[in-house]
Structures are given as structure tokens and as C-alpha cells.
């Protein structure tokens, strides 16, 4: 394969580790239903830490596409593979931007926030967002209730776009014999 036909290896790796991320993400966010009462709120935490971490490199990684081209798509995929393709990504980028969004918002206005300081990693302390954790408590409670409400939605929403986006390059791969899975692979 030709290295005009591959990502960069920065957008590789970006991908790859946010990939990982919200792998870890779902096995937490679901995980935590079916745990010990001792294990829950560390696995919140580390939730609460990937997430943050994965806002902060989906930031990077939208920086780093608008300034470098990505690898135009092979010759053999006809004109809808090319939208569905670009209507998943840009799906898939405004899932991974909302759900760290809703759950610092939902995070924010948890009832609990103050005698729980934020600290990404147990070892850097974040903040919460300031406007919404000086809010009256009964609006903190209807938006903690809210956001917490969408940040589930988003995350099935997540969930099927990630199913599209796998199901999409193994197609390719797979029954179109195109070397997809090569082009975000070193």
C-alpha cells in the first residue's frame, strides 16, 4: 500500500487511542451496573477521567484533520459508500464531542459534587463547570437529571454509529477484498 493511500501517523495513533478510550468508556459506563457498591464510584471516576482525557484529544484529533488531507477513499467505492462514509464521521465526531460534554455537564450538576472533587486519574484535579455548579440546587438536580438523560441517549447513538463505522471497514475489507483496515494501521 502507498503512503498517500494511509493516514498520517499522528491521525493513526489519535484514532487508535480515543478507539481504545470509549472501548473502556462502554465497559465502565455498563460495568459499573453490575459490580460491588465499593468498586462503582472508582469506576465512575476512571469514567469520568477517560472522558475528559478523550474531549481533550478528539479536539486534537479535529485540529490535526482540518490541517492535513486524509487519504482519499479508493477508487472502487460508488458515490453513497462515499456520504454514508462521511455522514458517519461527522456523526461519529459529534457523538464523541457531546458525550464528554453532557457527562462534565451532568457531572457538574451532580448533587454530590462538592464533597467529591473531580481529579482525573486520582491525580489531577479538575474543575467543574462554574456556571452550572453555582446554580440553585432544584435546577442542578432537573439538569444533572437531564444531561444524565441525554448522555445515555448519545452513548446509544454512539454505539450505533460504532457498529456502522467496524461493520463499514470489514465490508470493505473483507467482501470488497479493498485493504481498508491498512490505511489506519502502521
Not at 472508582?42 to 490535526?64: A, E, F, N, Q, Y
Not at 487519504?71 to 462515499?82: H, I, K, Q, T
Request: glycine share 6%; aromatic share 12%.
Amino acid at each position: 500500500m502507498n503512503a498517500v493511500d494511509r493516514y498520517t501517523r499522528t491521525a493513526i495513533l489519535l484514532h487508535w487511542a480515543i478507539a481504545v478510550m470509549i472501548f473502556v468508556n462502554i465497559v465502565l459506563g455498563i460495568g459499573s451496573g453490575y459490580v460491588p457498591d465499593s468498586w462503582v464510584r472508582p469506576m465512575i471516576d476512571l469514567h469520568k477521567s477517560i472522558g475528559i482525557t478523550v474531549l481533550g484529544l478528539v479536539l486534537v484529533r479535529l485540529i490535526w484533520r482540518l490541517t492535513h488531507k486524509p487519504p482519499a477513499f479508493p477508487a472502487g467505492y460508488r458515490p453513497w459508500e462515499r456520504r454514508a462514509a462521511h455522514g458517519v464521521h461527522l456523526a461519529l465526531y459529534g457523538l464523541i464531542l457531546a458525550l464528554p460534554i453532557t457527562g462534565w455537564i451532568h457531572d457538574s450538576a451532580w448533587s454530590a459534587a462538592a464533597s467529591h472533587p473531580l481529579v482525573l486519574f486520582w491525580v489531577i484535579p479538575w474543575f467543574r463547570l462554574g456556571f452550572i455548579t453555582h446554580l440553585a440546587p432544584a435546577t442542578k438536580h432537573d439538569l444533572h437529571l437531564w444531561f444524565g438523560t441525554i448522555h445515555t441517549a448519545c452513548s446509544y447513538a454512539l454505539y450505533a454509529l460504532l457498529a456502522l463505522h467496524i461493520g463499514g471497514a470489514l465490508k470493505h475489507q473483507l467482501i470488497d477484498r479493498v485493504p481498508e483496515l491498512q490505511r489506519m494501521w502502521r
